[in-house]
C-alpha cells in the first residue's frame, strides 16, 4: 500500500529534550516537506527537500532541523524543543508530473505537546 | 512572501445547497492549483486540480480558475453532511518550484 508513515503520532515531552520524528514513504517520490498546522493558521511549511541530500527551509524553519540521508526518509529534529512547538506535524511527499501535478500525499500526522 | 488567502469561515449551508469556496493568490505566475478536504483530527487528502482557466467538474465537485484576477474556487452541489470539513487551497508557485503553498482553509459545515 502506497503511504507516508510518521513515528510517533502522538508525543508529550519536556523543554529543552531533543527529538526526532521519523517521516518515510514508499512511493519513490522525490519530493518531501514537513508542515506544522496550528488553529486559526492553517498549514506552514517548516522544510522541505527535491531530493536526497538537498534540503531547504520553508517559511517557519526556526528550531527545526532536518535531513535526508535516503530517498524514502525525511525525519525532522528539533534539538531544543520549546511550548511554542506544541503543534500538528505532518509530514508530505509528491513527485512533480506533467502539468505541474504534484499531489501532496500526507502522512497521518504528529501531535506534539511540549511542556 | 508568496500568499494564499482564504475565508476561514465557517460557511454554513444546508444539506442539498451548493456551497461556493473561494481562494485568492498573489504570485501571478502560478500555473496549478489544488483543492484539499480535511476532516477534523485528519490529513489533507486532495479533492480537486486544476491548471486551466474555466471549470473543471469531477462530480458533485467543480473547480474553477481565472488566472487573470488570481482566484481559484471550488463549488460543491448536493451538499451533504459528509461534507463538512475543512477545505485547503494550495497553489503551486510560479519559478518551478513543485512545493505548494497552503491557504488558512475554510471551514464548511453542513447543516441537515
Known amino acids: 500500500e502506497a503511504q507516508v508513515t510518521q513515528n510517533p503520532r502522538y508525543l508529550i515531552t519536556v523543554t529543552g529534550k531533543k527529538l526526532t520524528v521519523t517521516c518515510s514513504q514508499n512511493?519513490?517520490?522525490?519530493?518531501m516537506s514537513w508542515y506544522r498546522q496550528d488553529p486559526g493558521l492553517g498549514l506552514r511549511q517548516i522544510y522541505y527537500?527535491?531530493?536526497?541530500?538537498?534540503?531547504d527551509k520553508g517559511d517557519v524553519p526556526e528550531g527545526y532541523k532536518v535531513s535526508r540521508k535516503e530517498k524514502r526518509n525525511f525525519p525532522l529534529i528539533l534539538e531544543s524543543p520549546s511550548p511554542n512547538q506544541t503543534s500538528l506535524y505532518f509530514c508530505?511527499?509528491?513527485?512533480?508530473?506533467?502539468?505541474?501535478?504534484?499531489?501532496?500525499?500526507f502522512g497521518p500526522g504528529t501531535r506534539l505537546t511540549v511542556l | 512572501q508568496k500568499e494564499v488567502e482564504q475565508n476561514s469561515g465557517p460557511l454554513s449551508v444546508p444539506e442539498g445547497a451548493i456551497a461556493s469556496l473561494n481562494c485568492t493568490y498573489s504570485?501571478?505566475?502560478?500555473?496549478?492549483f489544488f483543492w484539499y478536504r480535511q476532516y477534523s483530527g485528519k490529513s489533507p487528502e486532495l479533492i480537486m486540480f486544476?491548471?486551466?482557466?474555466g471549470d473543471k467538474e469531477d462530480g458533485r465537485f467543480t473547480a474553477q480558475l481565472n488566472k487573470a484576477s488570481q482566484y481559484v474556487s471550488l463549488l460543491i452541489r448536493d451538499s451533504q453532511p459528509s461534507d463538512s470539513a475543512t477545505y485547503l487551497c494550495?497553489?503551486?508557485?510560479?519559478?518551478?518550484?513543485?512545493?505548494?503553498?497552503f491557504g488558512r482553509g475554510t471551514s464548511l459545515i453542513v447543516h441537515p
Open positions: 508530505a511527499s509528491s513527485s512533480p508530473l506533467a502539468g505541474g501535478y504534484n499531489e501532496q500525499f
Open positions: 512511493m519513490n517520490h522525490e519530493y
Open positions: 527537500s527535491m531530493n536526497v541530500e538537498v534540503t
Open positions: 504570485d501571478r505566475g502560478s500555473q496549478s
Open positions: 486544476i491548471y486551466s482557466n
Open positions: 494550495a497553489v503551486n508557485p510560479s519559478g518551478g518550484s513543485y512545493i505548494p503553498t
